[in-house]
């Protein structure tokens, strides 16, 4: 196929997305001559319709996955792809952690780079541009080499970076005076704004906008920053006609702001042009423990704080223990779910050994939850900040790892809820509708007794439609015998 033919082809293509997608990717790799998801026979590295288990819980599948290069998520035409971005994060820790990830609503393809421990890098290839010979170079290393597309700058270079610029901003409000204290304060302020701005929380260019104002009337900084402030600390706060979340807390526990200058603003303004999801959050403690010591001012740029130190104290005291707890934990998660197993489906037997084996889960989860980090000499706080992204981890990997073996902590209900229709299926076999029929179409109430005849026809006044009803169960007895299940209440009275 030669660029011309798809781009003419899917150009004109009206289809959904669940027409289209599989179409579209074998046509493209055609194009770049590569070979297709098809070629794996048992789709165990490259296939379509990858399931995972998402990190929020449930299940989810990428719609194109290959082992070691990407997860691709396909959208319709002018869908939100930042949406499709964050779906695909929710379950690419469960498909490997694909160094790239990759959204397309046909007429566009975005890769994002998702290397660990460095930047995310952006590229967009639009339907027309693959005439470009690059272009389609770009999308050849995508499915079969990515690390021409790795990108050159890590985190920790970036968070530097960063550091560096609210060191000289925070040196220039110093030296006008302004308490440490209160300059610390208003340093992680701006840059807790600049992560909420890049990451979502904040309406979207919200800050940047206001920085755009402040380059042309910088005096007027610390008001427009005094109005934000106040809007993020109360609930239903607005700025002009924009809502505003809430920000609880003591960050933004009033709205001081200190005055910047045009050279003030400029720093932020570089700063705030940084990707600021790509920073480590860790920058924060770090910037407020070393603007109260006018002592430390000098190490500010020079570094934010050596993670790698840190974690060579968490992996001993914290990530080894725990995961050795998990291992011993799965195994015997493993060994109820083996007895459940031999057991007979839906026997005691097998009932007792799958709720232990959720017991089990839930206890270690239980476990993680209380879990305490203690800091007695807590300055930056990031240590507690590393420890409680260690846990995290292990907490996904937990409910990972369970789903895996076919385990999770909520399912005991709905195994339950299962068990309690198939019996009531079961005892339904002596029992026949309502002559009329309507209270198996139309969600009309039924009554019925062994020894009275059926009064049927009386209209039900609640709706269910929108609700998933299980069955009551229990011994025949004189009176009303009635279920209701998936929206429709079906009504049965004694046969003969």
């Given at each position: 196929?030669?660029?011309?033919?798809?781009?003419?082809?899917?150009?004109?293509?009206?289809?959904?997305?669940?027409?289209?997608?599989?179409?579209?990717f074998?046509?493209?790799c055609?194009?770049?001559?590569?070979?297709?998801?098809?070629?794996?026979?048992?789709?165990?590295?490259?296939?379509?319709?990858?399931?995972?288990?998402?990190?929020?819980?449930g299940?989810?599948?990428?719609?194109?996955?290959?082992?070691?290069?990407?997860?691709?998520?396909?959208?319709?035409?002018?869908k939100?792809?930042?949406?499709?971005q964050?779906?695909?994060?929710?379950?690419?820790?469960?498909?490997?952690?694909?160094?790239l990830?990759?959204?397309?609503?046909?007429?566009?393809?975005?890769v994002?780079?998702?290397?660990t421990?460095?930047?995310?890098?952006?590229?967009?290839?639009?339907?027309?541009?693959l005439?470009?010979?690059?272009?389609?170079?770009?999308?050849k290393?995508?499915l079969?080499?990515?690390?021409?597309?790795?990108?050159?700058?890590t985190?920790?270079?970036?968070?530097?970076?960063?550091?560096?610029?609210?060191?000289?901003?925070?040196r220039?409000?110093?030296?006008?005076?302004?308490?440490?204290?209160?300059?610390?304060?208003?340093?992680?302020?701006?840059?807790f704004?600049?992560?909420?701005?890049?990451?979502?929380?904040?309406p979207s260019?919200?800050?940047?906008?206001m920085l755009?104002?402040?380059?042309?009337?910088?005096?007027?900084?610390?008001?427009?920053?005094?109005?934000?402030?106040?809007?993020?600390?109360?609930k239903?706060?607005?700025?002009?006609?924009?809502q505003?979340?809430?920000?609880?807390g003591?960050?933004?526990?009033?709205?001081?702001?200190?005055?910047?200058?045009?050279?003030?603003?400029?720093?932020?303004?570089?700063?705030?042009?940084l990707?600021?999801?790509?920073?480590?959050?860790?920058?924060?403690?770090?910037?407020?423990?070393?603007?109260?010591d006018?002592?430390?001012?000098?190490?500010?740029?020079?570094?934010?704080?050596?993670?790698?130190?840190?974690?060579?104290?968490?992996?001993?005291?914290?990530?080894?223990?725990?995961?050795?707890?998990?291992?011993?934990?799965?195994?015997?998660?493993?060994?109820?779910?083996?007895?459940?197993?031999?057991a007979?489906a839906?026997?005691?037997?097998?009932?007792?050994?799958?709720?232990?084996?959720?017991?089990e889960?839930?206890?270690?989860?239980?476990?993680?939850?209380?879990?305490?980090?203690?800091d007695p000499?807590?300055?930056?706080?990031?240590?507690?900040?590393?420890?409680?992204?260690?846990l995290?981890?292990?907490?996904?990997?937990?409910?990972?790892?369970?789903?895996?073996?076919?385990?999770?902590?909520?399912s005991?209900?709905?195994?339950?809820?299962?068990?309690?229709?198939?019996?009531?299926?079961?005892?339904?076999?002596?029992?026949?509708?309502?002559?009329?029929?309507?209270?198996?179409?139309?969600?009309?109430?039924?009554?019925?007794?062994?020894?009275?005849?059926?009064?049927?026809?009386?209209?039900?006044?609640?709706?269910s439609?929108?609700?998933?009803?299980?069955?009551?169960?229990?011994?025949?007895?004189?009176?009303?015998?009635?279920?209701?299940?998936?929206?429709t209440?079906?009504?049965?009275?004694p046969?003969?």
């Amino acid at each position: 196929m030669t660029p011309e033919q798809f781009i003419a082809k899917w150009q004109a293509n009206a289809r959904n997305e669940r027409a289209a997608c599989q179409e579209h990717f074998i046509d493209l790799c055609q194009l770049l001559d590569e070979p297709t998801p098809n070629t794996d026979p048992d789709g165990s590295t490259y296939a379509f319709e990858k399931g995972a288990t998402k990190a929020t819980g449930g299940d989810g599948w990428a719609d194109v996955w290959r082992r070691g290069c990407f997860a691709w998520e396909y959208k319709g035409k002018h869908k939100d792809l930042d949406a499709a971005q964050r779906q695909l994060l929710q379950y690419a820790g469960a498909l490997g952690n694909p160094p790239l990830l990759v959204v397309s609503d046909i007429t566009r393809i975005v890769v994002r780079t998702n290397w660990t421990n460095s930047i995310s890098e952006r590229h967009d290839v639009l339907l027309p541009e693959l005439t470009d010979p690059a272009r389609r170079q770009l999308l050849k290393s995508v499915l079969a080499d990515p690390e021409p597309l790795r990108p050159g700058k890590t985190r920790e270079a970036l968070t530097a970076q960063a550091a560096a610029e609210f060191a000289e901003l925070a040196r220039r409000l110093r030296a006008r005076g302004h308490p440490a204290e209160t300059v610390a304060h208003f340093v992680n302020r701006l840059v807790f704004c600049l992560f909420a701005d890049d990451t979502g929380l904040l309406p979207s260019g919200l800050f940047e906008q206001m920085l755009a104002v402040a380059r042309k009337t910088p005096a007027d900084f610390a008001d427009h920053a005094k109005t934000l402030f106040h809007a993020m600390a109360v609930k239903g706060g607005r700025v002009g006609f924009t809502q505003v979340a809430w920000f609880n807390g003591g960050l933004f526990d009033d709205d001081t702001a200190l005055p910047l200058d045009a050279d003030d603003v400029g720093v932020l303004a570089r700063t705030a042009a940084l990707d600021w999801a790509d920073i480590d959050p860790s920058i924060l403690g770090t910037l407020f423990e070393r603007a109260l010591d006018p002592d430390k001012r000098s190490q500010l740029g020079a570094h934010y704080t050596d993670r790698d130190k840190i974690e060579k104290l968490i992996d001993p005291v914290i990530r080894r223990p725990l995961l050795a707890e998990w291992d011993a934990a799965k195994a015997r998660i493993a060994a109820a779910l083996d007895k459940a197993a031999e057991a007979r489906a839906g026997t005691p037997a097998a009932r007792r050994a799958r709720a232990a084996a959720e017991t089990e889960l839930r206890g270690f989860l239980d476990r993680l939850r209380a879990f305490r980090v203690l800091d007695p000499a807590c300055g930056s706080g990031n240590f507690l900040y590393l420890s409680l992204l260690a846990l995290k981890d292990i907490e996904h990997q937990a409910m990972v790892e369970a789903e895996a073996l076919d385990c999770n902590a909520s399912s005991r209900r709905s195994a339950r809820r299962q068990c309690s229709a198939s019996r009531s299926t079961r005892s339904r076999r002596n029992w026949r509708a309502c002559r009329c029929g309507s209270g198996i179409s139309s969600g009309h109430a039924a009554t019925a007794c062994r020894r009275r005849p059926i009064r049927c026809c009386v209209p039900s006044t609640r709706s269910s439609a929108a609700t998933r009803y299980w069955p009551r169960t229990g011994r025949r007895r004189r009176g009303r015998r009635w279920t209701r299940l998936w929206g429709t209440r079906r009504f049965w009275a004694p046969s003969g």
